[in-house]
């Protein structure tokens, strides 16, 4: 095998200015997006996880509240709360598939619904061995967690519809869906307030996958940040304040903010439709300013080169001194 000859430092100098010039460092690890950091929950021992239900601090206050750390309860938390399930919201739980197998506490928690987040190759499996009366079965397959954000708005839906199938028929028509967890509290503390009752109406949901610490967690995550209108960091503290055993990996946490200008432009949308009396999409070009065509878009990108613009930027730059000599 042949090597090359060895270069000759005195008859091939290396200049000390070279005439390009790198734009960005350069690095020779993989292209990867920067970390999402989420604070812990802070530990407030002045919470009393033995209160009611409905007496505890809501979710609802602490997304709205104005420090980014979501007060919770991690200090009575134990290594066995990972078989049980947790409740995130008065009508919805988190928990792995042993509490969906636990007939009793579903009868005694008044669980009307569970909903499976699982493998397309697990889907044929007979998980539930026996079904209760009264209970529905849903499930979300996907074939890996990244097609989990196709998913979120079918969650969300399936568990409101839920929710107002499960109210008295005298009140049903009064509850819109998608559920707004502002409006929702409100006419939970008024219909408890009107009945005497304990606790809000309504379906409950027990969302579980084989741990409840992945694919469960991230669609509850994603359901809560609709629900309550908070952000990726807020809706991951909260899922995190209440079953301490989440994971939530950086793939997961892209995707879950990946989905929040989603879910904020469809509800954004909503609203336009709605008030606008017609019908008609308002965003869409119905009225005003039509749509720009490909043409018009072409036409705009010569005249951005023709002035230099480029759209782009140059890997390496020229030296100033060597053009000037040049």
């Known amino acids: 095998m042949l090597l090359p000859p060895p270069i000759d430092r005195n008859t091939h100098p290396v200049s000390p200015s070279p005439s390009h010039q790198p734009t960005n ?36 206050d602490m ?20 078989r049980e399930a947790q409740q995130l919201l008065p009508h919805l739980y988190l928990g792995p598939l042993s509490a969906a197998k636990n007939t009793a506490w579903i009868q005694s928690n008044n669980i009307t619904l569970l909903l499976a987040v699982r ?36 969650a969300q839906q399936i568990i409101d519809a839920h929710y107002v199938a499960r109210l008295p028929e005298d009140v049903r028509g009064t509850v819109p869906t998608p559920l707004d967890g502002r409006a929702l509290r409100s006419f939970q503390e008024q219909w408890m307030m009107a009945h005497g009752a304990s606790r809000p109406p309504g379906g409950r949901t027990l969302l579980f996958c084989e741990s409840g610490n992945e694919r469960s967690a991230a669609v509850a995550a994603a359901y809560i940040m609709q629900h309550l209108g908070g952000t990726t960091v807020q809706a991951i503290q909260m899922v995190q304040a209440k079953r301490f055993c989440v994971c939530f990996d950086d793939g997961m946490k892209w995707m879950l903010s990946s989905y929040e200008p989603i879910w904020q432009a469809r509800r954004m949308h909503g609203s336009i439709t709605n008030t606008s009396g017609d019908g008609m999409d308002t965003c869409g070009g119905g009225g005003g300013k039509p749509k720009r065509r490909i043409e018009e878009y072409e036409d705009d990108d010569d005249v951005e080169e023709s002035n230099g613009g480029g759209g782009g930027r140059a890997p390496f730059l020229d030296d100033q001194e060597d053009i000037d000599m040049a």
């Open 25 to 60: 460092a350069y690095t020779t690890g993989l292209p990867a997006p920067p970390r999402i950091l989420i604070p812990p929950p802070s530990l407030n021992p002045h919470d009393c996880i033995q209160a009611p239900e409905w007496q505890q601090p809501s979710l609802q």
């Open 63 to 82: 997304v709205l509240q104005c420090d980014s750390v979501i007060p919770g309860t991690m200090q009575d938390w134990r290594y066995e709360y990972r």
């Open 119 to 154: 493998s397309s190759m697990t889907a044929r499996a007979r998980l539930l061995g026996s079904q209760l009366p009264g209970v529905r079965y849903e499930s979300i397959d996907v074939g890996s967690n990244a097609e989990l954000i196709s998913q979120f708005q079918r």
